[in-house]
């Protein structure tokens, strides 16, 4: 049943809900087990951002706009721009390795989209540590909770989530920093929802990365439209709104969700978030983690395998959408490269993913060996939204079977990386921008890193920024003395 007041008209309980949380959550509400995670997962979102920052993809958007100007900090270079730019060049940095951390109940990745939104805005307001790591908690919270509504008929549909509900979350992130008004804030979330689009069909190009730029982009956008009086529909969350265009929902199927759902009550982060340990799609993860296992408990070559059969639930396999790839970016979403990449290699690493690696015969050669299916879901499995275990098979020449249900990636809330681990991941990332080996570039990796677990006491979050690129370029001159 709809809700309706006493003159007839829909009550906006859930828009009213999300605006409430976006303009009276303060960071001294933030639990301090939330405040810590987001602190790793800014620094994780800045770091794979970096690694990404000389792809092709990102540096094609630089060059479009690089010659513009303004006070917003590029995350891999010294060179500033205006707000809306850089989100847009970092957002495509920060997705385009695919190694940003995924919140897999709802099938996004939220760092990246709000994170990229906020950091530009943050540096023009001047707006200290604090401000930002709740600018960021309010943001992915928004996200998921509107992904929970949509559900994952949303996902099924072929829309690319990120992008969708990143636009939606970035608004409401940068209406915090902003310090808009109820009335402003309304109107800034429903003007981004009608900027949210992308498509699943551009999975393993160019473009799946700009979704997140111009997710990023569209919410400081909406924002700033709204902060100037432009108006948009506050029922955009009812009847025939953003639920229903996105995942086909009408008004009586979302409003039970819609009135379940407490924004910060707790935080989904805490439950939901899963840190990438391969640069790679997060459907592969499970796969790559059930192959090096196999491999390593059977000490398995390559050349004594005859066929590898993986199996997964049918959301597990949406984003894997290419069975042949014949580029980096293609292997990123294909079960069948990255199991083979990790048996041949032992590893899937950054340089997985170079165009020659995917091409190499032995790879191309063995495609054919490794078949997907899916795995029969009951109506409850589906109901509840429960996560199955994948199943890796390999079955070897001589007539051995070897079998691993993998139900957890490594990263995910249930298996997290170590504090070594996170670290570590930075290292590799900042020394991949700096075209050197990790040892060379540990120990001032380091200190950024422990810089940055204390964004929290930065008065300016854009210091911790700056102090990046500073230090990067001291080091940087070191070397080409």
């Not at 049943?1 to 008209?9: A, H, L, T, Y």
């Not at 014949?326 to 690493?349: M, N, P």
């Not at 504090?419 to 380091?446: D, F, G």
Request: charged share 20%; glycine share 8%.
């Amino acid at each position: 049943m709809k809700s309706v007041n006493q003159n007839g008209e829909i009550n906006n309980d859930f828009m009213n809900k999300l605006v409430a949380f976006i303009t009276e959550t303060t960071y001294e509400q933030l639990p301090q087990q939330l405040v810590d995670l987001s602190k790793k997962a800014i620094i994780d979102t800045i770091g794979v951002s970096l690694a990404g920052w000389h792809e092709p993809a990102v540096e094609s958007v630089k060059n479009i706009y690089h010659h513009q100007a303004g006070v917003s900090s590029l995350w891999g270079e010294a060179h500033l721009l205006d707000a809306e730019r850089a989100a847009l060049i970092n957002g495509t940095a920060s997705h385009v390795l695919d190694y940003d951390d995924a919140s897999p109940g709802v099938i996004i990745h939220p760092s990246a989209p709000i994170l990229a939104a906020i950091t530009p805005l943050a540096e023009q307001l001047n707006s200290s540590g604090q401000v930002v790591i709740t600018a960021y908690a309010i943001g992915t919270e928004v996200m998921v909770r509107v992904g929970q509504v949509m559900g994952i008929k949303h996902y099924n549909a072929g829309w690319h989530a990120t992008s969708t509900l990143g636009a939606v979350g970035a608004a409401a992130a940068c209406a915090y920093l902003q310090r808009l008004n109820t009335e402003q804030c309304t109107n800034a979330i429903s003007i981004a929802a009608s900027m949210a689009g992308g498509l699943q069909k551009n999975f393993g190009s160019m473009t799946k990365p700009l979704h997140v730029g111009l997710a990023a982009a569209g919410g400081i956008q909406a924002v700033q439209l709204a902060e100037q009086g432009f108006t948009g529909n506050s029922q955009i969350f009812d009847s025939r709104g953003f639920f229903l265009a996105f995942s086909g929902l009408d008004e009586d199927a979302t409003q039970s969700v819609k009135e379940s759902i407490a924004f910060g009550s707790p935080y989904d982060l805490l439950t939901g978030l899963s840190v990438k340990k391969f640069p790679c799609c997060f459907g592969t993860h499970r796969f790559i983690q059930g192959a090096l296992l196999l491999k390593e408990e059977h000490q398995l070559h390559i050349d004594m395998i005859d066929e590898i059969v993986l199996r997964a639930q049918p959301r597990s396999l949406l984003p894997l959408v290419h069975s042949r790839p014949v580029t980096g970016l293609q292997g990123k979403f294909s079960a069948e490269y990255t199991v083979l990449a990790a048996l041949i290699d032992g590893h899937v690493r950054l340089s997985s993913f170079e165009d020659a690696q995917v091409q190499r015969a032995d790879i191309q050669n063995r495609l054919p060996q490794v078949h997907v299916f899916k795995i029969d879901e009951t109506e409850e499995d589906k109901r509840l939204n429960r996560r199955l275990p994948i199943e890796i098979q390999i079955k070897t020449k001589d007539g051995q079977v070897y079998e691993k249900a993998v139900l957890h990636a490594p990263g995910s809330i249930e298996t997290p990386l170590s504090e070594q681990e996170h670290r570590e991941k930075w290292v590799i990332c900042v020394s991949h921008y700096m075209q050197v080996e990790t040892s060379v570039i540990e120990s001032v990796a380091n200190e950024l890193y422990d810089n940055g677990l204390q964004m929290d006491k930065y008065t300016c979050f854009g210091e911790w920024l700056k102090e990046i690129q500073k230090q990067l370029n001291i080091y940087q001159s070191k070397q080409t003395v």
